[in-house]
């Protein structure tokens, strides 16, 4: 591997990302697979480092997930979008931040089609005002909320209480990175450090101190593929994609895997579960997983966020090996205390993988 | 446990543990056989391709990706006829390479 | 009596601009060589041996500079612009000269694919991804520490030719048969190796090339995938992995390969785009510099006085460059023969 050869491609895909004043747009689905994620970018960003980040309750899907399974024709994902942009405008922003890879894409993407397809925009424009009465200005930035993290892992760093590094050894944590595939593959200058060697999550893997692994699969796909997962009978296949990934990373010995998407994560931490189960296959350390994070709760560890806060006692896989690696403290007794301290249902063990 | 669905078994031809024994031994018998070049000539004029599925660029192709079932399938049902070896561009024999590959194993040993 | 005094400039001392000035001389005139490099010779004084007879490209070389001894010829020059005059061009050269020519002639040649642009390969990312020109050079200089006793080896014809992702959609014509040329002279290196070569379309129309293919299968066991690379990866002990769909079957492979040489295509040098239009000869669509006529007068521009020779035009052999060369200084001969 030649580093260098990699930073002059991530120079030529470097893109402008404002360090202020944002209009949020949640996920449909992070709130409930990683609860803590998209409150901690809030609190990260605005409690912790001062941005201004506004977020509006009117707001709804982008409708990305329906777009991608062919359920609705794009025009109504764009009447969608196009109203979100008017909560943007009608708030007074200019800058939009998605918490969401598909929302990401689906707003880019419609950009995109906007510019190439002015008299559709036009279109949109007139649907939406015949819907809802509104109207909007398109946004001057549209970032991902990793985007924004990636900027500002420099002031996080600073603010670090735990470094990524192997606590008895001194070594650097090995990470992988996982790009969700809308962030950079449909529009690879769009993403930072491009769609081949994307450097939005490596960039903040390294500036905390951990070192990023590449694996023959590192560009494949998780598996989810929207209609891959949703229709059982297809769902074989997401697990495939997803195992093809442990099978090629399993050589390097992560310590843990970093993800930007709202299905990646999910996959990557679940499917681990389902691997052990039909196979008996466990890819960590000593019968355990490997812990895949979101950017967030990575944030949130090095920050010094509690584990349980941060909800990370609803992976699957158990993150305590981890967090003894980094040295980060826990109470065992509190893992599964609920918002008002009393025990919520502790979940039932798996066969072959070990969990906590 | 079932969970309803199962791991699909990979269609891709891994090259890095594909067994050549029995390619290799072909072409040491047949050397003709590496100059190949999948024009497909041998099966469109092939009498018995219409319904037996029979192809010689297949065949040869199928034996350097570890495809032996369907390698083993197609040569049952050659009839030997030889229409195949008028018409190859680059010469090859394609009668005796059927002839000389039915009588090797998949280690590639001569068994009959 | 044709006037043997007129000033001809020919951009570029590759084996065109050498071959033109020589047979320029030959006809009386006294023709001028100006080449950025510091040394003549171009592209092909960095390659090894030749398709099809395997001949030392440095005694072609080493032969034309002998027979151009005499031409005045300025070396790390460049052209810092060029003007149409009323009957002629005039020069302003990087060492403060200007020259004022009668005639041009663009030599200017090529350039080399930047193989970096294909990201999926990893150019410059993965150790053991080379190009063409890098296994030339180590043909030269047998000095790579990434060529040690490889075990399986691969080449990828079509890098960045007839694809419009990469902005050409021109087929490279010599990669075909420099692929095939470099995968024998590996073979005979290390016949242990197993070579690949994976490729879209097989175009070996030149003399003997279709000897050149037959021989890599029979004699050398070269394995051909028809089917273009989807991507590169590095594999734990440096090795790369490559992907691609072998068409012929009809399903995806995977190959893990000690060295994968990847078959830069040919593009126009953007220096000569650059100079023809400051003149306004015309630039064609594929990049390339416009012949007058693509079949009867390749060498002539659609300006008087200006002439081509080579791969300025497009991807040349080199027996073809040195056709058009000697083609193209009859051309100026004829021009300047009928001004009188």
């Known amino acids: 591997m030649i580093y260098q050869g990699k930073q002059k491609i991530w120079a030529d895909y470097q893109k402008e990302i404002p360090d202020n004043h944002w209009f949020y747009v949640r996920s449909c689905i992070r709130q409930n697979f990683f609860p803590a994620s998209e409150k901690y970018f809030l609190k990260i960003c605005r409690d912790m480092l001062g941005r201004d980040i506004y977020e509006s309750e009117h707001h709804t899907t982008c409708a990305g997930i329906a777009y991608h399974c062919d359920t609705i024709p794009q025009e109504t994902a764009m009447t969608v979008v196009a109203r979100q942009f008017a909560l943007m405008t009608e708030a007074g922003y200019d800058n939009l931040v998605t918490s969401c890879i598909t929302s990401f894409g689906n707003y880019t993407e419609i950009l995109e089609t906007w510019r190439e397809f002015p008299e559709l925009e036009a279109r949109i424009r007139e649907d939406l005002w015949k819907a809802c009465r509104r109207e909007f200005n398109k946004p001057k930035y549209v970032a991902h909320a990793s985007d924004l993290m990636y900027k500002l892992r420099g002031e996080i760093a600073e603010r670090a209480q735990f470094q990524l590094v192997h606590r008895a050894t001194g070594e650097p944590l090995r990470i992988v990175e996982h790009i969700g595939c809308h962030y950079s593959k449909m529009f690879p200058h769009k993403g930072v450090g491009g769609a081949e060697y994307p450097c939005v999550l490596s960039g903040m893997a390294e500036a905390w101190g951990g070192q990023v692994i590449d694996y023959p699969e590192r560009r494949h796909c998780c598996g989810f593929g929207f209609r891959q997962y949703f229709v059982k009978a297809n769902r074989g296949y997401s697990l495939s ?116 | 446990m079932d969970f309803g669905f199962k791991l699909s078994p990979s269609s891709a031809v891994n090259l890095d543990t594909v067994d050549h024994a029995r390619y290799d031994r072909l072409v040491r018998l047949e050397p003709d056989a590496l100059t190949c070049i999948g024009c497909g000539s041998c099966s469109a004029t092939c009498t018995a391709a219409p319904w037996s599925g029979m192809s010689v660029r297949k065949v040869i192709l199928g034996l350097q990706r570890g495809r032996d079932d369907e390698v083993d399938a197609m040569l049952s049902r050659c009839m030997l006829c030889g229409k195949c070896t008028m018409v190859c561009p680059r010469g090859i024999n394609t009668r005796h390479l059927i002839l000389t590959l039915c009588r090797l194993n998949r280690k590639g040993e001569v068994v009959r | 009596m044709v006037n043997r005094t007129p000033v001809i400039a020919i951009i570029g001392a590759g084996i065109a601009g050498l071959e033109a000035a020589r047979q320029l001389s030959a006809l009386g005139y006294k023709p001028i060589l100006i080449e950025k490099a510091p040394v003549t ?88 991804v080379i190009t063409n020109r890098d296994l030339e050079q180590w043909f030269n200089t047998r000095h790579d520490a990434r060529i040690h006793n490889p075990k399986a080896m691969g080449f990828v014809h079509c890098v960045g030719s007839r694809d419009i992702k990469a902005g050409n959609t021109q087929c490279s014509k010599v990669c075909c048969i420099t692929a095939i040329k470099q995968a024998i002279e590996i073979k005979e290196e290390f016949p242990d190796a197993e070579v690949y070569c994976f490729y879209m379309d097989l175009r070996l129309f030149g003399k003997k090339y279709e000897d050149f293919y037959i021989k890599a299968q029979r004699d050398h066991g070269i394995h051909f995938i028809r089917g273009r690379v989807s991507e590169v990866g590095e594999a734990i002990d440096g090795r790369v992995v490559v992907k691609a769909e072998d068409t012929l079957n009809g399903k995806p492979v995977k190959v893990t390969l000690d060295l994968l040489v990847l078959m830069a295509g040919i593009v126009c040098n953007p220096d000569a785009q650059h100079y023809a239009r400051e003149i306004g000869v015309a630039v064609d669509d594929d990049g390339f510099l416009k012949s007058r006529d693509n079949v009867a007068s390749i060498t002539e521009s659609s300006r008087p006085g200006v002439f081509f020779a080579g791969a300025c035009t497009g991807a040349k052999t080199v027996p073809e460059t040195l056709a058009e060369a000697r083609s193209a200084a009859l051309a100026i001969h004829q021009y300047l023969s009928k001004r009188g």
Request: net charge negative; proline share 6%.
């Open chain 3, 41 to 128: 010779g171009g592209h092909v004084a960095e390659w090894n041996r030749l398709f099809p007879d395997m001949s030392p490209a440095a005694d072609l070389v080493q032969s034309l500079e002998a027979q151009t001894a005499k031409v005045r010829t300025m070396t790390s020059t460049e052209i810092l612009s060029i003007n149409r005059l009323k009957d002629g061009y005039s020069l302003v050269l990087s060492d403060g000269n200007i020259l004022i020519c009668q005639a041009v002639l663009f030599a200017t040649g090529f350039h080399l694919f930047d193989a970096s642009k294909k990201e999926e390969y990893g150019y410059g990312i993965y150790e053991r």
């Open chain 1, 241 to 356: 994609n997803t195992h093809k990934k442990f099978e090629s990373m399993e050589p390097y010995h992560p310590d843990m895997i970093i993800t930007n998407c709202p299905g990646c994560p999910y996959f990557l931490d679940r499917w681990q579960y389902v691997i052990s189960e039909m196979n008996g296959k466990t890819y960590g350390q000593n019968g355990y997983g490997i812990p895949a994070l979101t950017y967030e709760e990575l944030a949130g560890l090095v920050l010094g966020v509690d584990p349980w806060d941060l909800g990370l006692q609803v992976h699957q896989v158990a993150v305590e090996p981890l967090l003894d690696k980094i040295g980060i403290p826990y109470d065992p007794a509190r893992k599964y205390l609920g918002m008002d301290e009393k025990k919520i249902m502790t979940p039932g063990l798996p066969t072959s993988l070990k969990c906590c």
